[in-house]
């Protein structure tokens, strides 16, 4: 019996085309991978605040730093590439005392003549966790340098009603200001310290998009 072979006359295309496509996907997958676009955000003072907190006596004193500078170079998509830099002015201590401020500012504390900015850079970030991740970077304070790891939450980005693009981020950390060689204290007649050594830090920034 003879074998009758009927030639499909689309075969070469169809084995044409899925070559084509074979070359196509090898190609995407050799590819480099795009650079994340990170933007970089300054923040905007009137909408930034930089308090803190520390036990004195037997509550807390609140207070803020109201001169500051930095940047924040941020990708939502690539959070673990994230760059923070940032300077507070010493002298711009604000607890709402005057006299109290004069002695934060003396060589009791923050001596802002010799010491006049408090400085922060990161240097990492890990356990990310949605928006949520560790800060690591290094804060020097009264010209002491110190590792710290800041809790961040990235609270989003979107145009204001005037078409500003601006983003929201929140950090937090507790240091002991020891650490830093700010040592002032008064004893008690209790037998307690005037002045805790615990200090809770709270940044709350709004940075504008730098073209």
Do not use: C
Not at 27 to 43: D, E, G, S, Y
Request: charge should be negative.
């Amino acid at each position: 019996m003879n074998t009758v072979v009927i030639m499909d006359r689309w075969a070469p295309a169809r084995i044409f085309s899925v070559r084509v496509a074979a070359v196509a996907v090898a190609l995407l997958v050799a590819a480099p991978a795009q650079p994340a676009r990170a933007a970089t955000w300054t923040p905007e003072k009137s909408h930034t605040n930089i308090g803190f907190s520390v036990r004195h006596l037997f509550t807390s004193v609140q207070g803020k730093f109201t001169e500051f500078n930095g940047s924040i170079e941020f990708d939502p998509a690539d959070p673990l590439a994230t760059v923070v830099k940032g300077s507070i002015v010493a002298a711009s201590i604000d607890t709402g005392n005057e006299k109290r401020d004069k002695h934060l500012r003396s060589s009791d504390f923050f001596n802002v003549e010799k010491y006049p900015s408090l400085d922060f850079k990161s240097t990492g970030v890990t356990g990310v966790e949605g928006n949520r991740a560790t800060l690591e970077g290094k804060l020097t304070i009264h010209g002491v340098t110190r590792p710290v790891q800041l809790d961040v939450t990235f609270l989003g980005e979107g145009k204001d009603p005037w078409g500003n693009r601006l983003a929201g981020f929140k950090a937090t950390v507790t240091i002991d200001r020891k650490d830093f060689g700010l040592t002032w204290n008064e004893t008690l007649e209790t037998g307690g310290l005037l002045v805790g050594d615990e200090v809770e830090i709270r940044l709350d920034v709004e940075g504008a998009l730098s073209e």
